[in-house]
């Protein structure tokens, strides 16, 4: 079994569309997270990737360095990717928001570990700000999942809703990347309540009969102090308690 984690990251925002934070908070919430899961010793290899389009405060160093310099760990299994963006892109993100600018990202390190991995591998997908306190857990219940089933891709989502939750997910490497295209070309974080990642990934995943999608009731628990993505606030646990009873039942 080979556990891939992707962490998908914008330090500096690459839109203004529900952006949250500033660079240091964002560096800062990046780098706790990469430390965590670095001492978790659970993912064979780890793909940090940043897509900011300004890339000043780096102060002429690398990703690598400069989350270094802030206080992140490294070790042989962690790679740090940046995402470069050329002006046709970036107008394209300034459009679209971060959901678009999230999935250019994924499906980028995708890429790369198709070309490395000829074997089935596991690939898990946080948002790099989100330090996931059960992560351990989550894991170890999605692997039994994929490899007790014919699951292909395990959400949490709510049928209410119609949405799922996009902070954390796993997938096997054997899923038809196809669909992670279909949300690429139809994501749009302006028209949030229908075209956001959440939205589409249950239209096009958890509606599609022709994926073998898992709903899963084991839910990402996460950092209590930690401002949502999309102009969410803090994560309380109150919150996080009423989310979690919505993606189990509704």
């Not at 064979?44 to 160093?61: G, K, M, P």
Request: charged content about 25%.
């Amino acid at each position: 079994m080979k556990n891939i984690l992707i962490l998908t990251s914008c330090i500096n925002p690459n839109t203004n569309i529900f952006a949250v934070g500033s660079i240091e908070e964002r560096t800062n919430d990046l780098v706790k997270n990469i430390n965590f899961l670095i001492n978790k010793e659970i993912f064979n290899l780890i793909y940090v990737i940043d897509a900011s389009q300004e890339i000043s405060f780096l102060e002429n160093t690398n990703l690598k360095n400069y989350l270094v310099e802030k206080g992140s760990k490294i070790n042989e299994n962690i790679k740090f990717l940046n995402f470069s963006i050329n002006d046709s892109l970036k107008k394209e993100i300034k459009k679209k928001g971060k959901g678009f600018s999230e999935m250019k990202m994924l499906l980028k390190v995708l890429e790369e570990i198709k070309n490395k991995f000829n074997e089935t591998v596991y690939i898990h997908k946080i948002s790099g700000r989100y330090k996931i306190i059960n992560i351990e857990y989550l894991i170890e219940k999605n692997y039994k999942i994929l490899t007790t089933t014919n699951s292909k891709i395990i959400l949490n989502q709510s049928h209410l809703f119609e949405r799922t939750i996009t902070n954390f997910y796993t997938f096997s490497s054997d899923l038809d990347l196809k669909v992670f295209y279909k949300v690429l070309e139809k994501v749009n974080d302006l028209f949030y309540k229908s075209f956001s990642v959440e939205k589409l990934f249950y239209s096009e995943i958890v509606m599609n009969v022709f994926i073998y999608s898992y709903r899963s009731r084991y839910l990402p628990k996460v950092d209590p102090n930690l401002k949502g993505g999309s102009t969410q606030g803090r994560l309380t646990r109150r919150r996080q308690i009423i989310k979690n009873f919505i993606y189990k039942y509704l």
